[in-house]
Each structure stands twice: as C-alpha cells, then as structure tokens.
C-alpha cells in the first residue's frame, strides 16, 4: 500500500483478555518496528524486524508481550492477559534495509492503534 | 546508547512569527541521521525534515529548517511564518548509520515538544 497501515485503530478491552494488533508496511519495506506511546510520553521501542534476522525484541517490557512478522511483510502484535498499564498508542513504522543512504533509512510511521484497557 | 533530548516541553508562537525547537543528543558515532517528527492530534507521526550527519549543510524544507551543530551535538528546528496547522507535538529522532549486524537500527526518540501556535 501506499503507507503503514495498522488495524484496528481503536481498541477497548477488559483486563486480562489478550489482543492483537495489526500492522501492514510500506511495500517493499524490510525493516518493521513497534513503539509505544503513552498518554502525553516520548515514544517506546518495542521491537524490531529486519527480513529473515532474529528481531531486536529488547524493548517487550514483559513477557506478555510478543509479536511475529509473517511472510517478510504483515506483522501483529499481542499482548497476553492485558492490563491498565498497557493502555497506549502502539505504532508501527517501516523502512528500507540500512545501509541504504538517507531515504532508505527515514522510517515511516502508521496511524497507531490506541488500545485501552478497562 | 543514544540519548535525545528536547528541553522545551512547551512552546508557544504567534501566528506569522518564527520559532525554534531546541533537540541535543549524545552519541559516540560518527555517521547518523537526524530527523524531527511532527505528531498532530490525530496521532500519526508525520516527517518534517532529515539530515545526515556527514553533511554540514543545513536541512531545508519550505518553512522548516535546521541548524545542525555536530561538535555541538545540537540539532534545532526553526519554523518560520508559523501557520495553524503547526501545532502539534515534535519530536527529535536519531538513528545510527552502521549495519543491521550492529542492532542499531530503532529510531530513539526525544519527549517531545508541544507546540501551540497563537492565532
């Protein structure tokens, strides 16, 4: 597609109930992240995926937390057993593979999925 | 590891006027990549401007520029003839130039600088 694309772009659960969320990049894009945000808070990193490499998982603040990227290209990312401290924008953005000069490495970003947890 | 960071919380700017957002980092690499994004309400964040580290000319784009000082560590955003439609959360990002072997590949983001622009 054109740009990021993430689903849903609102979600409400109840705590405990696990979610997904989606996120489809830029075509062509090899590079995919998760960052969080919270309530008027600077940006998180979550993960990251790099074509066929292991993931940069250091930023999942628990084990709840996980995602997969299938096919190179649609990623999700679940949390498990939610709680209110989740409650947050997830962001997805994507770029082309570094080392590839200023454009490839301007990563782009989603709309988010504003997820909360009552 | 990379630190940004954006001392200004807030700013406020009469409509017309020029302002300018203030962004330091630290880091002991010599290639990177500077880039600020502008977050409006409706939550995408949206690229304003990027620069290169290797690159001593300072980043334009239309009303929006940059004063990129690397001894400095100092990456300033200046928006001239300030519109409406400026407001908006910005943030400062930086992103290591070196390979996907050396696992530098997220953006780190400073906090953010809210900006309201006074009509």
């Known amino acids: 597609g054109a740009g990021v694309s993430q689903s849903p772009s609102n979600k409400v659960t109840e705590k405990g109930k696990d979610v997904e969320l989606r996120c489809d990049p830029i075509?062509?894009?090899?590079?995919l992240y998760w960052y969080r945000q919270s309530l008027g808070q600077g940006l998180e990193f979550l993960i990251y995926?790099?074509?066929?490499?292991?993931?940069?998982k250091s930023g999942l603040p628990s084990d709840r937390f996980s995602a997969e990227r299938t096919g190179g290209s649609v990623s999700t990312l679940t949390i498990q057993r939610t709680q209110q401290e989740d409650s947050a924008v997830y962001l997805c953005?994507?770029?082309?593979?570094?080392?590839?000069?200023?454009?490839?490495?301007?990563?782009?970003f989603g709309e988010g999925s504003w997820l909360t947890v009552v | 590891a990379q630190t940004v960071t954006q001392s200004q919380p807030e700013m406020s700017v009469q409509e017309a006027e020029t302002v300018t957002l203030s962004c330091t980092y630290d880091?002991?690499?010599?290639?990177?990549?500077l880039f600020w994004y502008k977050q409006p309400p409706s939550r995408q964040m949206i690229l304003v401007i990027r620069?290169?580290?290797?690159?001593?000319q300072n980043a334009t784009e239309n009303r929006f520029s940059v004063n990129f000082q690397k001894a400095a560590k100092s990456f300033s955003l200046k928006i001239s003839d300030s519109q409406l439609g400026d407001a908006a959360m910005y943030f400062c990002?930086?992103?290591?130039?070196?390979?996907?072997?050396?696992?530098?590949?997220?953006?780190?983001f400073g906090t953010g600088t809210r900006l309201t622009i006074i009509p």
């Open positions: 953005a994507s770029s082309l593979r570094p080392p590839s000069g200023l454009a490839g490495n301007t990563i782009y």
């Open positions: 075509s062509g894009h090899t590079a």
């Open positions: 995926f790099q074509g066929n490499s292991a993931p940069d």
């Open positions: 880091t002991s690499e010599s290639d990177y990549y």
């Open positions: 620069q290169e580290a290797y690159k001593q």
């Open positions: 990002a930086y992103r290591s130039a070196r390979g996907s072997n050396f696992g530098n590949e997220k953006l780190t």
